[in-house]
């Protein structure tokens, strides 16, 4: 493989495929970002994508969020490697994490960045679909679906709905009771999600703009979805879950958060839904063989 021996901002778009691919994975200097891969210069970096992802599902998000008016990343150039893999040359977003920042925010500070993802979830709402999964692919990829069989790609709101409610009535009746008062009713349409709107996945920066990033995840879901993966969860900030007033008071204010984001709009805090969506993934976690109605061969 080709490389260069060192990264100019300015000739970006003149590199080879194979000439940025050499410099990236030799870069063994260089710093590895969680969220946003390997920094090449002091604007830009470039975010790895395994050759069983298809990259276009994340460069589209990106562009139909940008669009809508939601701060994201911009995708520069798209790299092909030659097993597959690709890498994305994207915009490098300064800033903190909530994940590192969110013991330090105060009340107002947190309401002004709930607003700010309010506004945000609001505008990818009004990016519709008849489709399920990538923008792309159609494909589905999501952490509350666990079976080897996953829906058909770009299932209806309907074909995937009924997905959802075989794990809930169908699946391993000598194992499992059906759960009728948690069955999924389709939506009239999916939106634009962002699926992992995690501590680690939300940047603040310096002039307290939110930014969203790592749309790995993104597509065409139910409402319901987006608001499940707001979520702090114990990977990403296990001191929320110390015995102390810090992590009581961090816990409280980031149910403050996720409810002034989401409490507009029913079908994002539906209590219902969430317990439908936990049911369904303990199911596909322990009966992931099993195939149900409207899944890929």
């Known amino acids: 493989m080709v490389a260069i021996t060192s990264f100019n901002e300015a000739d970006l778009l003149s590199y080879s495929d194979e000439e940025l691919a050499g410099y990236i994975e030799g870069c063994s200097s260089s710093i ?20 069983f992802v298809d990259p276009m599902d994340e460069v589209l998000a990106l562009e139909k969020a940008q669009k809508a008016g939601v701060r994201v990343p911009s995708v520069i150039r798209i790299v092909p490697l ?19 920042c969110w013991k330090f925010l105060n009340v107002f500070k947190t309401f002004r960045l709930a607003w700010q993802l309010r506004a945000y979830l609001r505008r ?26 996953g829906p058909i790609r770009h299932a209806s709101p309907s074909a995937f709905s009924k997905y959802l409610n075989w794990w809930l009535l169908e699946c391993y009746p000598t194992a499992c009771s059906p759960r009728p008062e948690l069955l999924f009713t389709p939506e009239p349409h999916n939106i634009l999600c962002h699926q ?29 979805m987006e608001y ?3 979520e702090a969860d114990h990977s990403d900030m296990s001191w929320l879950w110390e015995h102390t007033w810090v992590a009581w008071w961090g816990r409280v204010r980031w149910s403050l958060f996720r409810w002034i984001a989401c409490s507009y709009d029913h079908r994002y805090s539906n209590r219902r839904g969430l ?20 899944s890929e061969e």
């Open 228 to 230: 499940a993966g707001i």
């Open 82 to 100: 030659n097993d597959g893999d690709t890498y994305l040359i994207m915009d490098r977003i300064y800033g903190s994490t909530l994940e590192e």
């Open 124 to 149: 990818l709402a009004s990016v519709v679909s008849q489709t399920t999964g990538g923008v792309h692919s159609g494909e589905v990829r999501s952490e509350w679906l666990q079976g080897q069989h």
């Open 196 to 224: 992992d709107l995690a501590p680690r996945n939300m940047v603040v920066d310096r002039d307290g703009v939110l930014w969203l990033v790592d749309w790995r995840h993104a597509g065409f879901y139910p409402p319901i």
């Open 32 to 51: 590895a970002m969680r969220n946003t891969g390997t920094v090449l210069s002091q604007h830009i970096v470039a975010k790895p994508i395994p050759s």
């Open 275 to 294: 317990r439908g969506l936990y049911a369904v993934y303990q199911r596909s976690l322990r009966f992931g063989s099993q195939r149900p109605c409207n």
